[in-house]
Nanobody
Framework: HVQLVESGGGLVQVGGSLRLSCAASGNLFRRASCMGWFRQAPGKEREGVALRDDYGTPTYAYADSVKGRFTVSTDNAKNTLYLQMNNLNPEDSAMYYC??????????????????WGQGTQVTVS
C-alpha cells in the first residue's frame, strides 16, 4: 500500500517562508517520473501548484500565482519531495497535497494527471 505523507505546514506571517515535505513509501519517487503539489482552499477547487517531471531531463511547471516564489525539488536520493514557499501571502492559505502519477501518461499540472495522493498539510498565512 503506497503512502504519501506531507509535513511542514503551519501558521506563518505574510512575507514569510515555509518548506513542505512529502515522504513516500515503497521508493515511489524513485519509480515515478511525475510528482507534484496541489492545494485547496475552503470553498475552492483543488488546484495545481507545482510539478516535477523526471522523464528525461527534469522539467518543472508552476502555477502562475506562485511562479518566482515557490520551488519544487527532491533530495538527491529521491526519497522526499519538497515545496519551498517564499514571500507567502494570505491567498496561499490552503491545504497542500503531495501527489504522484503512478501510471504512464502525460505529466501536467491537472488533477486528472495524478492518481496517488497524500492526506495534506495545512498552510495558513496571516
Amino acid at each position: 500500500h503506497v503512502q504519501l505523507v506531507e509535513s511542514g505546514g503551519g501558521l506563518v506571517q505574510v512575507g514569510g517562508s515555509l518548506r513542505l515535505s512529502c515522504a513516500a513509501s515503497g521508493n515511489l519517487f524513485r519509480r515515478a517520473s511525475c510528482m507534484g503539489w496541489f492545494r485547496q482552499a475552503p470553498g475552492k477547487e483543488r488546484e495545481g501548484v507545482a510539478l516535477r517531471d523526471d522523464y528525461g531531463t527534469p522539467t518543472y511547471a508552476y502555477a502562475d500565482s506562485v511562479k518566482g516564489r515557490f520551488t519544487v525539488s527532491t533530495d538527491n536520493a529521491k526519497n522526499t519531495l519538497y515545496l519551498q514557499m517564499n514571500n507567502l501571502n494570505p491567498e496561499d492559505s490552503a491545504m497542500y497535497y503531495c501527489a504522484v502519477r503512478g501510471s504512464r501518461g502525460a505529466c501536467t499540472l491537472t488533477l486528472s494527471a495524478f492518481d496517488i495522493w497524500g492526506q495534506g498539510t495545512q498552510v495558513t498565512v496571516s
